[in-house]
């Protein structure tokens, strides 16, 4: 596999990842997002406090290609956000998983993190859409 | 021939002249004596110290670096800009309208009056519009005015539930940004497999929040929306009002109006349908037309005619106001206006049959060599993906600057953001098939290219005066000007 799928986090449509710890969820791109945007240039995060809302735009991420939003993989209400993006969002690009981390969420309702893909079946939908 | 990369202020050596004052005439006076000191300039002036020659050859040949579609083909698909007729420069340049003045009073202004008032009359018959507002300085700038004339009108009613805009995921780049801009909230249309808007999902996002649906018909996909009236009936029925972003009219003129397929608002980019300058370059214009009920709400303001007198209507107490000086980019009315007349009602109508063609013509050749998603007749432009080539190590990107290399101007690409590694290409109705073979040659030859070594494509251009530029860098925190070395 040409992108790096890793364990312990679960994976949306749209190719955010959520790992949840305890009651929040820490979110981010997934590899295959950061590698089909392309170097990213701009992070707009949400303020602390913010109320997310499943499959709608909770962040914006600017690449050399394209403006896209983050989806949120959950409801709930923003705790943190990674500020370091703000002056170095290649990160996102260089350690999606791990210092690319996009903000916490303390997680509304536990049954959406069940909704979303794990490592086998987001490798699977990753080769499809790769194959589309 | 020389190709130096070298700023003027990195040019110049210290006591070299262009230029020598004559001898002064009247009594040297000490600056102290005229100017206080805190008004002295303490520091360097810092300019460049050249010789005349030096100058004249450093600014000639920046001026060769120039590419636009007077020196060749330049397929821009969405933003393409279409060749301009010298006449129109003529016409515009004719001393009557050139030196004008904006204040001049009305009885001295007639004939440019008439002029934009005949030009008025153009459009409408055009567009199928009951008005339009000349002002607009470009596309984006129209559909700005043409959303507050929207607004204008939602809130006359008294509804001020509606916050919403509907926007295809085929839609123009700059709609998202204009309904921001507007104070509406963006609601995205997904398309069908066939890259047409999804009539269902259209009305299930329509509801009493809807202030308007905004469309380009032909889409950027360069595909006629064939279900346009059901789509006009369902947001009419849902009380909202539909835009029609009139970036590529060009390929329906005469053949259809966007008036007739139930549009409420137009704005027409005029560089691309009627041959003036972009608004990006500018002076550009973006007259915006309206139906009946939205008159009311035009920007003042608008010339009219009575007693066989044309005059600046300004008596429309529920007008949004003025949305440039004075009465817009004049010159660029007579261009328009000149193309319009020189071409005619049959005139203008071949070249939408042109551009349509021409379009064809070149996807029927790319798409022996390229992946084309929506394969379909199409209408101004299509879209091609170069994802397959992007799996080989050189994508869309890539392959824009592999043109440059070979003296074409790239398509635009990533976008529309529907296709992946999209290139979008316009070759407009002016080219001829000899320039289109050539195009889809040269796309050939870097395909083959790709299959050879892809990772030299993914490193060019190797012919142009700078080559690969950091973007990442550019966009992050660019240089804007000079400063000297400390």
């Not at chain 1, 909704?115 to 990753?126: I, W």
């Not at chain 2, 008032?117 to 470009?138: C, H, I, S, V």
């Not at chain 2, 007008?319 to 328009?336: D, E, M, Q, R, T």
């Not at chain 2, 050539?438 to 030299?456: L, N, Q, R, W």
């Amino acid at each position: 596999m040409k992108y790096n799928i890793i364990d312990g986090v679960k994976y949306t449509r749209k190719h955010e990842w959520a790992r949840q710890e305890g009651s929040i969820a820490v979110v981010g791109l997934s590899d295959y997002a950061q590698d089909k945007l392309g170097e990213i240039v701009f992070v707009e995060l949400p303020d602390v406090g913010t109320e997310v809302e499943a499959g709608k735009g909770s962040a914006v991420i600017e690449s050399v290609k394209a403006v896209a939003d983050l989806y949120a993989p959950v409801s709930g209400t923003v705790t943190e956000i990674n500020e370091e993006l703000l002056d170095q969002p290649e990160v996102i690009n260089s350690d999606p998983y791990g210092d690319g981390w996009v903000y916490k969420v303390e997680i509304k309702d536990e049954g959406q993190m069940s909704d979303l893909m794990d490592k086998p079946a987001y490798e699977k939908f990753v080769v499809e859409e790769d194959e589309k | 021939m020389r190709k130096s990369k070298a700023l003027i202020f990195e040019m110049g050596r210290t006591g070299r002249q262009g230029y020598s004052l004559p001898s002064n005439d009247v009594p040297d006076k000490p600056l102290g004596e005229l100017l206080p000191d805190k008004m002295q300039r303490s520091c360097d002036l810092g300019l460049p110290e050249l010789s005349e020659v030096e100058i004249i050859r450093h600014f000639t040949e920046l001026s060769t670096r120039n590419f636009g579609v007077d020196t060749g083909f330049y397929p821009l698909g969405s933003c393409t800009m279409k060749y301009n007729p010298k006449v129109n420069e003529e016409a515009a340049a004719l001393p009557g309208f050139a030196f004008m003045h904006p204040c001049q009073p009305q009885q001295a202004s007639q004939g440019a009056l008439e002029l934009l008032y005949n030009f008025e009359q153009g459009l409408k018959e055009l567009t199928a519009m009951d008005r339009f507002t000349l002002q607009p300085a470009a596309g984006a700038h129209g559909e700005l005015t043409g959303l507050m004339v929207i607004q204008a009108y939602h809130r006359h009613r008294g509804d001020h539930k509606r916050n919403k805009v509907l926007i295809p995921l085929s839609a123009h780049g700059t709609n998202p940004a204009t309904v921001s801009m507007a104070g509406y909230e963006v609601v995205q249309v997904p398309c069908d497999d066939r890259g047409l808007v999804d009539l269902n999902a259209l009305k299930e996002a329509l509801d009493d929040t809807t202030a308007a649906l905004m469309l380009t018909n032909p889409s950027t996909l360069g595909l006629f929306e064939e279900e346009i009236i059901p789509m006009a009936r369902a947001v009419h029925e849902a009380g909202g009002l539909l835009y029609y972003d009139g970036a590529n009219m060009n390929a329906i003129m005469g053949y259809t109006r966007p008036g007739d397929m139930g549009f409420d608002v137009v704005h027409l980019n005029i560089h691309k349908t009627l041959s003036t300058p972009h608004g990006g370059g500018g002076p550009g214009g973006g007259p915006v037309g309206v139906k009946e009920r939205l008159i009311p709400f035009l920007p003042v303001p608008l010339v009219d005619k009575k007693n066989e007198e044309f005059y600046f209507d300004y008596d429309v107490p529920d007008s949004i106001g003025k949305v440039h000086a004075f009465y817009g980019n004049f010159g660029v009315a007579v261009k328009a206006y000149t193309y319009m007349r020189m071409m005619g009602a049959e005139g203008l109508k071949q070249a939408s049959t042109d551009a349509v063609i021409n379009a064809n013509y070149l996807m029927s050749l790319l798409k022996k060599t390229f992946y084309l998603p929506y394969d379909r007749i199409c209408k101004h432009e299509f879209v091609l993906s170069a994802r397959p080539e992007k799996k080989k190590g050189a994508g869309a990107g890539d392959i824009a600057k592999a043109l440059l290399d070979r003296g074409f101007h790239p398509p635009t690409v990533y976008f529309p953001l529907i296709v992946e590694e999209a290139l979008m290409i316009e070759p407009t109705d002016t080219e001829a098939k000899e320039t289109l073979d050539a195009f889809a040659a040269v796309m050939e030859m870097i395909a083959k290219d790709i299959d050879e070594d892809a990772e030299k494509v993914a490193h060019g251009p190797y012919n142009t005066v700078v080559g690969r530029l950091d973007e990442v860098r550019a966009a992050r925190s660019p240089i804007l000007r000079w400063e000297k070395e400390s």
